[in-house]
Nanobody
Framework: QVQLQESGGGLVQAGGSLRLACRAS????????VGWFRQAPGKEREFVAATSWTGGTQHSDSVKGRFTISTDNAKATVYLQMNSLKPEDTAVYYC????????????????WGQGTQVTVSP
């Protein structure tokens, strides 16, 4: 079992930055990878970035070079630093957890946070 709690969303102007945080808890936390997904209105949920607690990260092509995923193992927290934000980054961002093999695939994710809204104005 894994519980995920996001924080850090908000409203920002294009070109600005935000940092999202996801605190993970539960007996199986260390067994699984953690990632971020996002869902814009009328669109499917899509993979953004993922990491394991021992290192190794992945970022989608749409955010590579602008977003960075990182961990603070002592706090069991995963961060998503988002720089150079664009209006098309506007979405609800979800923290997710599952095995390293499936962490990038929406349909296989077993654990989700409640989501946090990120809005980027032009």
């Amino acid at each position: 079992q894994v519980q995920l709690q996001e924080s850090g969303g908000g409203l920002v102007q294009a070109g600005g930055s935000l940092r999202l945080a996801c605190r993970a808890s539960g007996r199986d936390v260390s067994r699984y990878a953690v990632g971020w997904f996002r869902q814009a209105p009328g669109k499917e949920r899509e993979f953004v970035a993922a990491t394991s607690w021992t290192g190794g990260t992945q970022h989608s092509d749409s955010v590579k070079g602008r977003f960075t995923i990182s961990t603070d193992n002592a706090k069991a927290t995963v961060y998503l630093q988002m720089n150079s934000l664009k209006p098309e980054d506007t979405a609800v961002y979800y923290c997710a957890s599952d095995s390293v093999r499936t962490i990038t695939m929406t349909k296989y994710i077993r654990y989700w946070g409640q989501g946090t809204q990120v809005t980027v104005s032009p």
